[in-house]
């Protein structure tokens, strides 16, 4: 059996707008993010996303991402289209 960890990442946030991309400690929030999923056992981690920003970040350090549909009303809806 193989296991998909998918991590949402929305951009456009009402509380903290560009939230995945925020600095912390010279590196995105994202990035923390996704660095500390790899070191887990899952099979693959992708970051699913609507923002070309986003994908663009998570491309430059090397992370595995997809690429969803803008009008989901949350990281589970986001989490579907990528399963």
């Known amino acids: 059996m193989k296991f998909l960890g998918v ?7 009402t509380r903290l707008p ?7 400690c010279g590196h995105t929030m994202i990035e923390w993010v996704y660095k500390r ?3 887990s ?3 693959r981690v992708v970051i699913a996303t609507d923002s070309k920003e986003v994908f663009d970040e998570v491309l430059s350090f090397g992370g ?3 690429m ?3 009008n989901h009303l949350n ?3 986001r989490i579907a289209e990528v399963c």
């Open 7 to 13: 991590i949402p990442a929305r951009y456009e946030s």
């Open 41 to 43: 056992n899952l099979d």
């Open 64 to 66: 595995d991402v997809i």
């Open 75 to 77: 990281g589970t809806s």
């Open 18 to 24: 560009r939230k995945p991309l925020k600095d912390i």
């Open 37 to 39: 999923a790899i070191k």
């Open 68 to 70: 969803t549909d803008a």
